[in-house]
């Protein structure tokens, strides 16, 4: 199936460089000029090959086809599905995270997706229900704005080096009574937990970005805060995944009675939440000069009714 480009309605003049793409390839290649493919890779003597480096964001990918990724995965993919279905409009956007396909139940005719890497791009195109790819920087969208009426972002600011400019950007491009869908790490879990450790130790517990952006775990109350000052308004939530970042299927099945004692007893301490925000706009109404004497004005406050 032939993959539809971004409207040009929705894109405006930036000095930041970003690349649209149809079925994976770029636009800023010229249209002239036939694909011609890469050189093929000759062995250096002694035969052996070139060492191929991995492309960035393998190794969070890699961690989230893990055990306790596909819990994870899992759970916000039900999520997401239960929460864009019913928000309607023209345009929406998944914000990266190629793993989830944020907007599969959403009813919207045009989805699109933004990677900052081609790698993660070319798994979002092929993964999700996106018909249109743009490489661009999260702190620097490339689109008009009030031009989109949802956006996704699965663990966006969780991974982005200024989640706050990222906020602003989303607030300048989404439409009036538009609405944003986020997830995120939470910092008060057994998986909060596992990371404040790994990080001490000079690792963590989900592997950085290909720019060295190790998970932030930022709080759902400092979100909210941020999302206040926005003029966004929270329409509501959910906490999920309680059971601890164990690396095998068997000891997540061990500890599945978790689940619902969590969701019970102790919600605001799951693995990770989800946050629906609405942006709203303080409207006006003018109001002309009254043409009304003060006579006319009070006789039109006169009783209906006269004592004989």
Same mark, same amino acid.
């Given at each position: 199936m032939q993959r539809l480009l971004v409207s040009s309605s929705l894109f405006r003049d930036a000095?930041?460089?970003?690349?649209?793409?149809?079925?994976?390839?770029?636009l800023t290649q010229a249209a002239n000029h036939a694909d011609v493919p890469p050189p093929a890779r000759q062995p250096v003597p002694g035969g052996q090959p070139f060492h191929q480096p991995e492309p960035p964001g393998a190794d969070l990918a890699a961690f989230f086809s893990s055990p306790r990724g596909r819990y994870l995965l899992a759970w916000e993919q039900a999520q997401f599905d239960a929460r864009v279905s019913d928000i309607f409009g023209f345009n929406a956007g998944q914000l990266g995270m190629p793993e989830l396909d944020c907007l599969r139940t959403n009813r919207m005719p045009f989805a699109f997706a933004t990677a900052?890497?081609?790698?993660?791009?070319?798994?979002? =195109?092929?993964?999700? !229900?996106?018909?249109?790819? &743009?490489?661009?920087?999260?702190?620097?969208?490339?689109?008009?704005?009030?031009?989109?009426?949802?956006?996704? =972002?699965?663990?966006?600011?969780?991974?982005?080096?200024?989640?706050?400019?990222?906020? !602003?950007?989303?607030?300048?491009?989404?439409?009036?009574?538009? !609405?944003? &869908?986020?997830?995120?790490?939470?910092?008060?879990?057994?998986?909060?937990l596992a990371q404040m450790v790994g990080r001490a130790g000079g690792g963590g517990l989900l592997p950085p970005k290909a720019d060295g952006t190790h998970a932030q775990f930022m709080s759902l109350l400092r979100l909210k805060d941020w999302l206040k000052l926005l003029n966004f308004e929270v329409e509501g939530g959910a906490f999920g995944c309680y059971r601890p970042p164990v690396r095998s299927d068997a000891w997540l099945d061990h500890t599945r009675w978790l689940e619902p004692a969590g969701d019970r007893w102790w919600p605001v301490f799951g693995a990770v939440y989800l946050i629906v925000a609405v942006k709203r706009v303080a409207g006006m109404r003018l109001i002309g000069r009254s043409w009304k004497t003060q006579g006319q004005r009070a006789a039109s406050l006169a009783p209906a009714t006269r004592n004989c």
């Open positions: 000095t930041a460089p970003t690349q649209a793409h149809m079925g994976g390839a770029s900052e890497n081609a790698f993660d791009g070319h798994r979002l =195109l092929a993964g999700t !229900r996106c018909t249109a790819l &743009v490489e661009s920087s999260f702190e620097a969208l490339p689109f008009a704005g009030q031009s989109i009426d949802l956006l996704a =972002l699965p663990h966006t600011l969780d991974f982005s080096a200024d989640p706050h400019q990222v906020l !602003r950007e989303v607030e300048r491009v989404l439409a009036p009574e538009g !609405r944003i &869908v986020i997830t995120g790490f939470n910092p008060f879990s057994f998986w909060g």
